[in-house]
């Protein structure tokens, strides 16, 4: 089945870092890609997503490219700052059936000043 | 707008007891699904309602159900609780069945002792 990975948490980085959260995907025909963030306490919000191969995903300063060929939607902001620290979720769903999201495990960012 | 609202927030229930929680959709979406989110995981796909129907389902036990109402609203009911059945459990709304983009509520955090 579909599935999700991405790499563990926590990242620890310091305002005005760069920040890669790498995630990669498994899943048949042509899957749709989300990021998703946590703050603390809070429900899910749609952080950015992609629809098809080589698309790039961007709102807030983050950004993710949609990358067919190594199955990939890397999450990247070129300065984080303390309010970014959240849990940020990747995440696929796909057309036709029922509508369905599959979501990695998380990755819990934390930005220190 | 309001967005998607969820309740009760929190709720505690006793092994093998029922629970229902309850969600309303973003005016004009008519699509509900509802996760399970475990602590320090990714949320998990339950149900998906569209038009008063179950659309889909995820790796679930009949003991929890959902219903949708004529107004769109949701319940998610539990029966004969067990403790891993302690779980934030989000409600999600979307335009139609086919939409990508699903707004997340809140959640209700059920805890069973």
């Known amino acids: 089945g579909d599935s999700v990975t991405q790499m563990e948490g926590p990242v620890t980085l310091s305002e005005e870092a760069f920040l890669t959260i790498n995630c990669t995907y498994t899943?048949?025909?042509?899957?749709?890609l989300f990021w998703y963030v946590q703050y603390p306490g809070e429900g899910l919000q749609l952080l950015l997503k992609?629809?098809?191969?080589?698309d790039k995903g961007s709102n807030k300063g983050f950004e993710a490219t949609y990358r067919k060929e190594t199955t990939s939607f890397h999450l990247e902001k070129g300065s984080v700052q303390v309010s970014d620290s959240a849990v940020y979720f990747c995440?696929?769903?796909?057309?036709?059936?029922?509508?369905?999201?599959?979501f990695g495990t998380g990755t819990k960012l934390q930005v220190i000043p | 707008d309001a967005g998607v609202t969820q309740s009760p927030t929190h709720l505690i229930k006793t092994r093998g007891q029922h629970v229902t929680l309850r969600c309303s959709p973003i005016?004009?979406?008519?699509?509900v699904s509802w996760y399970q989110q475990v602590l320090g995981q990714g949320p998990q796909f339950i149900f998906q309602?569209?038009?008063?129907?179950?659309?889909g389902r995820g790796n679930f036990p009949d003991r929890f159900s959902a219903r949708q109402f004529p107004n769109y609203s949701s319940e998610l009911n539990v029966n004969a609780l067990l403790l891993g059945d302690s779980a934030l459990y989000l409600c999600?709304?979307?335009?139609?069945?086919?939409?990508?983009?699903?707004?997340f509520g809140p959640g209700t955090r059920l805890t069973v002792t």
């Open positions: 995440a696929l769903s796909k057309s036709g059936g029922y509508q369905k999201v599959t």
């Open positions: 005016s004009g979406h008519k699509s």
């Open positions: 999600a709304s979307s335009l139609d069945q086919q939409t990508y983009e699903q707004y």
């Open positions: 309602y569209y038009e008063k129907e179950e659309r």
């Open positions: 992609a629809t098809k191969a080589d």
């Open positions: 899943a048949t025909g042509y899957p749709s």
